[in-house]
């Protein structure tokens, strides 16, 4: 089991995410609707592994990726991309993410990518 933060601007896919996650034996320990309230909920929460959506307010995703592992060399994160958002995906592969996982949600791949991530 993972202690898991929900990274995304949409309330209804963090929710989505959350009730996949949690079916799937994890803990979301936090949530945050954009980059910048991601950086921060990271320092304070300390999660095993962070869900981050790549195109959000205020801070984009790949940003927060930077900002999170530039002070957390070690953070686990997988990125949440829509279909056709895949140039993005390598940009994010580039800064650290560990995987990515493609809107909409398919609960099986998720769990997989989260259950890869957190025993790498």
């Known amino acids: 089991m993972a202690k898991i933060l929900v990274v995304d601007d949409a309330a209804f896919m963090r929710m989505t995410l959350k009730d996949i996650l949690t079916k ?4 979301v320990i936090g949530e945050a609707e954009n980059g910048e ?3 921060s909920k990271y320092d304070e929460l300390k999660p095993d592994l962070v869900t981050m959506d790549i195109t959000m307010p205020v801070m984009e995703g790949i940003d927060a990726l930077k900002g999170i592992k530039a002070k957390h060399p070690g953070a686990k994160v997988i ?4 279909m056709g958002q895949q140039h993005m995906v390598v940009q994010a592969v580039t800064a650290g993410a ?3 996982i493609v809107k909409p949600f398919n609960p099986e791949r998720v769990l997989e990518a989260v259950n890869k991530v957190v025993s790498s």
């Open 24 to 27: 799937g034996g994890h803990e």
């Open 37 to 39: 309230v991601a950086i």
């Open 79 to 82: 990125m949440c991309s829509a």
């Open 98 to 100: 560990k995987d990515f």
